[in-house]
């Protein structure tokens, strides 16, 4: 069954403007990692939250975990035109289960 | 100098066949992995291959199979092609199970 699920499914915003992107998920986690992938490349890590931290960030990205309500948001801030990329959440089960959500689609207009 | 390299990129193969896809990583990590992506972007774990440990997502097909010389190389076969086993393949490793994973520039794979 689908993990993670992201939400918006796409996104469009103006350059220099924040994008915040939200995950969903059903079961335990031991942490939970968010990915990009631009068009017609592989997936590149962005950042990795433990289940035990609540806020974590990394340059211009910022990402929030509530294990209450089995959620996660990633925050893009000052957008620029190369971020312009679908980006995955991704969940993982003390290794034995690892599962993306279906992505958001992030278009930043110059 | 890339970190998981994949070859072929681009594999056209006629239904029936069997195809192999192979991976590469030079990062000295202990686990390899092997995902389908299909044509809405949906990216599903197929394989993760750790320290001759398998893994295998109980919905892949047992037409699919992956198999490792070493460490550092973990490739795909397929047999018996089929036209849904279109999509594109990513390899992936990471130092272990469940870290940041690091992946290959992808195999897109069109069966006719």
């Known amino acids: 069954s689908q993990q993670g699920e992201e939400d918006p499914q796409a996104l469009s915003i103006q350059e220099g403007e924040n994008a915040t992107m939200n995950c969903s998920y059903k079961?335990?986690?031991?942490?939970l990692q968010w990915y990009r992938q631009n068009s017609g490349r592989g997936l590149v890590h962005l950042i990795l939250?433990?289940?035990?931290?609540r806020e974590k960030h990394s340059g211009r990205l910022r990402v929030t975990l509530d294990t209450s309500k089995k959620s996660s948001s990633l925050l893009i801030t000052a957008s620029r035109a190369a971020d312009t990329a679908s980006y995955f959440c991704a969940t993982d089960n003390y290794g034995q289960n690892f599962v993306f959500g279906p992505g958001t689609r992030l278009s930043v207009l110059p | 100098d890339t970190a998981v390299s994949q070859t072929p990129k681009y594999l056209v193969t006629q239904m029936g066949n069997d195809k192999s896809i192979k991976c590469e990583q030079n990062l000295g990590h202990d686990t390899m992995y092997w995902y389908k992506q299909d044509s809405k972007k949906f990216l599903k774990i197929m394989f993760s291959y750790n320290n001759k440990e398998l893994i295998i997502n109980e919905t892949v097909p047992n037409r699919f199979s992956p198999k490792s010389p070493d460490k550092a190389h973990l490739n795909l076969h397929i047999n018996s092609l089929e036209l849904g086993d279109s999509a594109v393949y990513f390899c992936?490793?990471?130092?272990?199970?469940?870290?940041?994973?690091?992946f290959g520039p992808g195999t897109r794979l069109t069966v006719t």
């Open positions: 992936a490793s990471s130092q272990d199970r469940g870290v940041e994973q690091y």
């Open positions: 939250i433990r289940s035990n931290e």
């Open positions: 079961t335990s986690i031991n942490n």
